[in-house]
């Protein structure tokens, strides 16, 4: 490290402990129950000067954590969200109502039973199919319709999740000028649909906001290999800062890096690595989030 630092940093997608997978996630090496203590987290956020974080649960929706953490932890702004994965009801109109109403700031598509992994891999062994967000017309079907919906009557954020190159276009067309849509694991080896920095530029320009994540230039998990800083900044700059955010993608579980140290070494490598503006990083780790969270920094 070189001593370089954002204040009121806002990390989008933080992990914590205990979560689960389901299915056979932890005999194939992936035991989520291991992760980064979220009162840790929250401690070390603090000390850091960060200013908040959204916590994401594969399993649960992380509203009532959330909310018992704020209480104790009054000077860091946390928020919550929900994945609509089976584990967690899927595209569940009732569970996705009612974390928006108990504060879930972000619902993320499918993930680990998305048709993306369940088709390529299916680290959670699970015997059905992938849920899918579009219809063989590659318009988004009626639950993401509703689930939209509301997301935007809360003023909330619609995540994509693990989900399809076609899927991605088929929701941003759809829904990115009408409401808050994030791309996120934009380009992670080992996450979502590994999309090119020209499918990255094509989705921002149909109006979504994208997330690269400290996981891009992550070595090791499911044998990915990480990019550089210095090919992530060549991301960033092709879409252009203005429309991307930063996050970490950390602490799901033992062997991944806490969410805020890591948050810290993957915005200094980019600096010093990457050649990324100061400037840049602030709006991609600090004000754009704020925006999207509809907050001041």
């Not at 056979?24 to 989520?32: K, L, P, R």
């Not at 700059?237 to 970490?248: E, P």
Request: negative net charge.
């Amino acid at each position: 490290m070189t001593g370089f630092q954002i204040e009121n940093s806002i990390d989008l997608h933080c992990h914590f402990r205990p979560d689960h997978l389901g299915g056979q996630a932890i005999e194939n090496g992936v035991d989520c129950r291991t992760g980064t203590s979220p009162i840790e987290s929250a401690k070390a956020a603090i000390a850091s000067g960060q200013a908040g974080a959204v916590l994401k649960s594969h399993s649960f929706a992380s509203t009532a954590l959330v909310s018992a953490l704020n209480e104790i932890f009054p000077e860091l702004r946390l928020f919550s969200g929900i994945c609509t994965d089976y584990i967690s009801g899927g595209l569940n109109i009732d569970a996705v109502d009612a974390a928006l109403r108990m504060g879930a700031k972000i619902v993320w598509l499918p993930t680990l039973h998305s048709v993306n992994d369940i088709e390529g891999g299916n680290i959670t062994g699970h015997p059905g199919p992938g849920i899918a967000v579009i219809d063989e017309a590659g318009k988004p079907v009626d639950d993401v319709h509703q689930i939209f919906e509301l997301v935007r009557q809360h003023d909330a954020i619609l995540a994509t999740g693990h989900t399809s190159a076609a899927e991605h276009y088929g929701v941003i067309r759809e829904f990115a000028r009408r409401g808050k849509v994030l791309v996120t694991h934009a380009g992670e080896p080992a996450a979502g649909p590994k999309l090119t920095a020209a499918q990255c530029v094509e989705l921002a320009d149909l109006g979504a906001t994208i997330e690269f994540t400290a996981m891009l230039c992550h070595d090791g998990v499911a044998g990915a290999t990480a990019k550089s800083p210095l090919q992530a900044a060549e991301m960033i700059y092709a879409v252009g800062a203005g429309r991307c955010v930063l996050a970490t993608d950390y602490g799901f579980m033992k062997g991944i890096p806490d969410p805020v140290p890591g948050f810290a070494n993957f915005l200094e490598r980019l600096w010093s690595e990457g050649e990324v503006a100061e400037k840049d990083l602030v709006h991609m780790a600090s004000r754009k989030p704020a925006e999207l969270l509809g907050i001041s920094v």
